[in-house]
Each structure stands twice: as C-alpha cells, then as structure tokens.
Nanobody, 123 residues
Framework: QVQLVESGGGLVQAGGSLRLSCVASGGTFSRYGMGWFRQTPGKEREFVAAISWYSGSTSYADSVKGRFTISRDNAKNTVYLQMNSLKPEDTAVYYC????????????????WGQGTQVTVSS
C-alpha cells in the first residue's frame, strides 16, 4: 500500500519561503506521477504542481509559476515543493498525491493522498 507523508508546512510572512516534502513508501515510484494540491475551507482542492517521477517533467498552475518549484529525489523517494515569494492567498492545506505514470492537474485522477500540511502566509 502506497503511503505519502507531507511535512514542512508552517507560518511565514508574505514574501518568505517554505519547502514542503512528501516521503513516499510502499510502491515502485519510478512508475508514478506526483502532484501537489492545496485546499482552503469551503473550496475545491486546487492543483499546484506535478512531476513525473520517471522523466522529471513538470507542470504548474498559473498562480504559482515562477514562484514554486517541484522536484524529486529518487534515492530518498521524496518529492519537494519549494515555495518562494509566498502570498497570503497561498494559505491552504497542501496535499501530496500519487497516481500511476503520468501526472495530471485533475485531483480525481490520483489514487493516493497524504494527510496534508498547513501553510499559513501572514500579510
């Protein structure tokens, strides 16, 4: 059974940075696509970024392009989300997700989810 555990959330001032980590276990992750999503109360879960574990190709939501970077460390089975120039509107619970092969921006395509980590950006 695939398990995903996120960490690295916290409270940061606007303009600051955080790095989220997602450690994966229980699967052959070279065959997975990984995504980061976020959610605020009363809203749908929103796509943030995705990476193919096999090829390393990436994609981003327009709202985070140029500020966030998704990456992976194959040896550690870990996916990262480096978040720079944070804004108050980035405040959300951030989730890591996995699906076979090709990552997508659609949350319902993903089979496995972490428990989430809270990111709060103060103005």
């Amino acid at each position: 059974q695939v398990q995903l555990v996120e960490s690295g959330g916290g409270l940061v001032q606007a303009g600051g940075s955080l790095r989220l980590s997602c450690v994966a276990s229980g699967g052959t992750f070279s065959r997975y696509g990984m995504g980061w999503f976020r959610q605020t109360p009363g809203k749908e879960r929103e796509f943030v970024a995705a990476i193919s574990w096999y090829s390393g190709s990436t994609s981003y939501a327009d709202s985070v392009k140029g500020r966030f970077t998704i990456s992976r460390d194959n040896a550690k089975n870990t996916v990262y989300l480096q978040m720079n120039s944070l804004k108050p509107e980035d405040t959300a619970v951030y989730y890591c997700a996995a699906r076979p092969w090709i990552p997508t921006a659609w949350q319902h395509d993903y089979d496995y989810w972490g428990q989430g980590t809270q990111v709060t950006v103060s103005s």
